[in-house]
């Protein structure tokens, strides 16, 4: 059993800035790639931001240069810093990791339940 546990969500003004935090925790033997999607009413998930475990970087154009994503693989912990925060960057955010949880095992996506990000006035 693996779970994926978000927290730092909320509501916050045009401009301020939020940090999201993903902890994977249960039966793990290897976790790879980890990152942040989000979905906003009416619209499809979409990826914010992935992370490797080696440290490469993978994000969305409309987030570069305002978010940055980081993880401490000792913790299993996945990292969403957010600044510079505009309306349109309200929605739900959800965390993924693909992890495999034995040696024999293949790997899967796991997601979290995901934490409202709401920016407004």
């Known amino acids: 059993q693996v779970q994926l546990v978000e927290s730092g969500g909320g509501l916050v003004q045009p401009g301020g800035s939020l940090r999201l935090s993903c902890a994977a925790s249960?039966?793990?033997?290897?976790?790879?790639?980890m990152g942040w999607y989000r979905q906003a009413p009416g619209k499809q998930r979409e990826l914010v931001a992935r992370?490797?475990?080696?440290?490469?970087?993978n994000a969305a154009d409309s987030v570069k240069g305002r978010f940055t994503i980081s993880r401490d693989n000792a913790k299993d912990t996945v990292y969403l810093q957010m600044n510079s925060l505009k309306p349109g960057d309200t929605a739900v955010y959800y965390c993924n990791a693909v992890i495999q949880t034995g040696v024999t095992t293949l790997s899967r996506d796991y997601w979290g339940q995901g934490t409202q990000v709401t920016v407004s006035s």
């Open positions: 992370i490797t475990s080696a440290g490469n970087i």
């Open positions: 249960g039966s793990i033997f290897r976790i790879y790639g």
